[in-house]
DNA sequence: TGTCACTTTTACATCGATGTAAATTTGATG
DNA sequence: CATCAAATTTACATCGATGTAAAAGTGACA
């Protein structure tokens, strides 16, 4: 910046003002400060204004795993909402090492975010107070209790509830879920359990445990080995309902390999909506979650709470949309509704 | 800095130096900062060190959209090694403007990041002077011609030619190809192209035009649209090699829903070796490229250029190897198949 | 022309950490 | 106990940008 204010003859400070758009600049000044920036090709360093505005704008994002196509999804709506305040991101997978989800969460400040967006897959009670910090964070999905963060998820209980009451809908009774974990109902398991439950009940259906399947992780392969279990438990049911899609995926991999036909013998449906359940085949009833609706409040609080810079608004807790989206998986193959969505 | 030099009663070079693990610091000193550290609750400010040391440990990565699942996996992988070597990863969506790729990726450079790991989608040939820049920069996939920046990728037209030696291997003769670009054959496009093209002329089998169908994008409901259009044009054929996966599942989809078998009456051949393709239904053969391979590849390189520091090494061009993972979309449904990979 | 109000530019201190080189302490040895 | 080398610690300048406050410039109006 030096050099740039002596190529055109004025001082640094008045470089810094045409550069940060200070009002009050001359024509001729910014032009003549502007053909030395082209011209020695001059860039602003950021880490010096950082250090001097004490702001990076760079949000960071803490999710299990990209790899899983929901993350994945869920990391380009936070990039764009972000992108379109100004604000890049910088994106930490929490589950590179399993036992360490919060201690990355914690570090992550040491990186000079501003902000950080948490979907955390399980928090446990005695985790709360390393999230409880001097620092603006927004939790995504299941609701941690105890912690004074920020807050945006859809209602787990009721779309799970809704999609267990479709499958009712149909006519169908044995409905076996998947997803629950095996340690103990915690997070969003649990709340999606809540949902099942809830639907059976309002049709008086007892709740069968032997119809209550557990998936250590949500990945197609525990998706598969959970209903391989299922199947070779001969307990009887008509339908299934699973956690996540991934799980779906993998179930239907496993109950077409049993020659089990997807919905006439079983209906299947999902949770997630990820891009390849509108594809598979038969492409899969799932809940769709308005993940754009769910990145744009994210960024929105969090940058507002950034921004509000020592004011220290009481925590919020949005509530986002989802919607029941119906294909093949649940009523059957039907020309045309490939793009339902 | 100051408040814990004040605390433990040392200078703040003092501290520096705890922090920093320099090695001539006694322990009891070491242990009264340490101390001080933790009862202030002190966290070195990044942007300072970044501006005194001049970087900041952090790796741009630019791909297309990580809604796509071969580029989610890929920053996977590259998150991990980057990881691994004490670097964290920014990431950027080039396609969130289609026109401006190249421009994001010099935007890029504002961001205070060490160095770029860039995943083309489709580079024309006016874009290379953006690229030449005087700043760490490795492109993965296609080679962009006339660049100097170190360079990592298998090589598209043996591995494509593999895939296709693969179906005429099984007896098809009629193998159509989907996935090229309607503006001409350029990059990856192009070379996969030739892959294919070498495969047919070893089996003295003559290039059919009508086989050969183009997709603006890689995306399954181009897939879908470029298989309909096939399958429209009455032309016959018995085996399709896409040139993604994404491409393939969607391919697949429109089969089915034309009724023709999968691969009784048409062979399907992927190429990425996304999570989905081994558990759709039929899964899909597919090549796979070592995406840890390249991302470690990448990242390895990339640090190693950064932290020359000044000396300029030759560009570097690692080929990376690939694997073609026989399924059953190419040899049918055969139990215990599953988990190949 | 002088005064005032306002715009534009400048000089300087500062953000928080670290490199340099000098000052101080330590301890081994003659 | 004096001396010297090595180990520790310190003071100060510096990275590059921007906030502050004061100085310089500009123009309107009496």
Redesign the interface.
Known sequence: MRDVAALAGVSVKTVSNVLSGYEHVSEKMRARVMDAVSELGY??????R??RVGS?R?LGLAVP???Q?Y???L??AV??AA?ARGY??????TL?DRSLEITTVSDM????IDGLIYSPLAVHPGDVDQLDVDFPIVVLGEKVVGTRSDHVAMSNIEAMKAATLHVLSLGRRRVAVIGTQPDGPVGTAASRLHGYVEALAEHDIAVDVDLIVSAALWH?ENG?EAMERLVASRVPFDAVVCFNDALA??A??AL??SGLRIPEDVAVVGFDDI??S????PSLTTISPHRDEIAQNAVDILIERIESDGARPAPRHVETGYSLVIRESSTG?S?GQ?ATT
Chains 1, 2 share one sequence.
């Open positions: 860039e602003v360093n950021v880490s010096a950082n250090l990076t760079v795993e990209l790899s196509a993350f994945a999804e990391a380009d990039i764009r992108g890049t991101v910088l994106i930490e997978q590179v400040r040491r990186h000079s197609r598969v995926l993998g239907m991999r077409h390999r891009e390849d509108a594809y598979s085949t193959l020309v490939l």
